[in-house]
């Protein structure tokens, strides 16, 4: 995520921009209210005046980005767009929240591998409402009816969407892409929503 905390058109956009830059650089357990006050350029009493808590704000911070999330699986849901551009709008607006926020995002990951509690709100949402919408999308699209099969796809494809963000640089590195870079991004999505085709 860039640090352009300081251009958010009020404090609240502020504080709840530089608490996430603070856990993507340096973890849930780094936050401190001092340190989101001078990324934000606020004092400690507007963090309080806003939000109460440094507990609150995280949890809000944390609501925002999964709203990004939210949003992104919704457009599984357009039924005005064909599947396919729908699936592809999907992948895009995903991947790109995703590269926004890769500091963010992997902390998220490596609290689900550690077991350690997770936003129950993001995956509250991802068990009742998100992969449903991924499976309905992708049934129309291969014809698959069986549940177990496209379990597996949804899984496939998330896991393709994350992996990148997870190596982060060492991706350029390994598969001499840059996935920072929007078209390129585009281009392994395309090749994906062609790879589920095929199936």
């Given at each position: 995520?860039?640090?352009?905390?300081?251009?958010?058109?009020?404090?609240?956009?502020?504080?709840?921009?530089?608490?996430?830059?603070?856990?993507?650089?340096?973890?849930?357990?780094?936050?401190t209210?001092?340190?989101?006050?001078?990324?934000?350029?606020?004092?400690?009493?507007s963090?309080?005046?806003?939000?109460?808590?440094?507990?609150?704000v995280?949890?809000?911070?944390?609501?925002?980005?999964?709203g990004?999330?939210?949003?992104?699986?919704?457009?599984?849901?357009?039924?005005?767009?064909?599947?396919?551009?729908?699936?592809?709008?999907?992948?895009?607006?995903?991947?790109?929240?995703?590269?926004?926020?890769?500091?963010?995002?992997?902390?998220?990951?490596?609290k689900?591998i550690?077991?350690?509690?997770?936003?129950?709100?993001?995956?509250?949402?991802?068990?009742?409402?998100?992969?449903?919408?991924?499976?309905?999308?992708?049934?129309?699209l291969?014809?698959?009816?069986?549940?177990?099969?496209?379990?597996?796809?949804?899984?496939?494809?998330?896991s393709?969407?994350?992996?990148?963000?997870?190596?982060?640089?060492?991706?350029?590195?390994?598969?001499?892409?840059?996935?920072?870079?929007?078209?390129?991004?585009?281009?392994?999505?395309?090749?994906?929503?062609?790879?589920?085709?095929?199936?």
């Open positions: 995520m860039k640090n352009n905390l300081k251009n958010a058109s009020n404090a609240k956009e502020r504080i709840l921009n530089s608490t996430l830059y603070i856990i993507g650089k340096e973890g849930f357990q780094n936050v209210t001092r340190k989101i006050a001078a990324a934000a350029d606020v004092n400690i009493a963090i309080n005046y806003h939000f109460g808590s440094k507990d609150n995280i949890n809000e911070a944390l609501k925002c980005f999964t990004m999330f939210k949003n992104s699986f919704k457009i599984l849901d357009n039924n005005e767009l064909t599947p396919v551009e729908r699936l592809r709008n999907f992948l895009r607006s995903y991947s790109d929240v995703s590269i926004e926020y890769p500091d963010v995002f992997k902390n998220f990951v490596n689900l550690c077991n350690e509690e997770v936003q129950p709100e993001y995956m509250k949402f991802l068990q009742q409402e998100g992969i449903t919408s991924l499976m309905n999308i992708l049934k129309e291969t014809g698959i009816k069986d549940d177990y099969h496209l379990h597996m796809m949804g899984l496939q494809i998330i393709t969407l994350i992996f990148p963000i997870l190596l982060g640089n060492k991706v350029e590195n390994i598969a001499k892409l840059d996935y920072k870079n929007k078209n390129v991004r585009y281009d392994y999505i395309e090749l994906l929503i062609e790879s589920i085709q095929c199936k």
